[in-house]
């Protein structure tokens, strides 16, 4: 049997597993994804025994998805981002990259939205907002970041091609002109509470939220009161996992089966 995983503390509400048995379902694969919850101090030995098990691959979260990068061969996206979210032991070392970058990325374009050229807003500079902020500008798009500790947003700036930095007040003005909005606070996260005023969002916007729960978040209800396009949080969350497992097996991911089982817990 094909043992995958994820490593995480604490990982009991992760929709991964569901996400990837499905997957293994469709295509009728002998594999397994397993949750794990190493001890910080432990994190080298879990992958390096991950390895000597013969697991075939481990996503990875919070906490561990920066220290991570000590203990694997970084690729080159992972490598600027600073953080791994899946690991591949296909080979002498084990591998990691961060596939949440890309499937940011895939849910907008599996939405037909063209990066290339766009003007870009994200909101937020922490953890997942520097893998959207490397993905947009990679894309092709001009990435305005704001985040509420304006100085973040700057430093961040710096490091992202076609960027620039600063604090929530300057949102209006950004959005004016902006194509594409991304959500990449925790705000809205189990709360009524969205990062952006709602007079600011138009019809020429795409939004996509990064929060999945609740999916319909005050965000995406306040952009699709004024008519832009909304992209929930299950498809980021689904395209990181599509992206890992075609990491991992080197084929095409069952997309459709994917999404099922993911929506079927969060809708
Ligand atoms: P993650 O890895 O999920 O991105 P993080 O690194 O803690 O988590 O980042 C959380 C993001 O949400 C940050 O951009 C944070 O803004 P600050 O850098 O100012 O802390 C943002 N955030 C969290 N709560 C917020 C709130 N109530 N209002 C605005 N932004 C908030």
Redesign the pocket.
Known sequence: MQVYGLLGNPVGHSLSPRIHQAAYREFGMDACYATFEPEPADLEAAIEGARALGIRGLNVT?PF?RDAISFVELDELADRIGAVNTIDFDGDRPTGHNTDAIGARRALEHHDVTLDGARAVL????????AIAFALSDAGATVNIA???ES??RNLATEVPNATGHG?SDLTDLLTNAEVLVN????GMDED?S?VPAETLHRDLTVMD?VYHPLRTRLLRDAADRDATTIDGGWMLLYQAVAAFERWTGQEAPVDAMNDALRAEIE
């Open positions: 919070i998805k909101v937020g500079a922490g953890g997942a907002g520097r985040n509420r500790t973040r947003a929530l990449a606070t925790s705000v509470d990062p990064i």
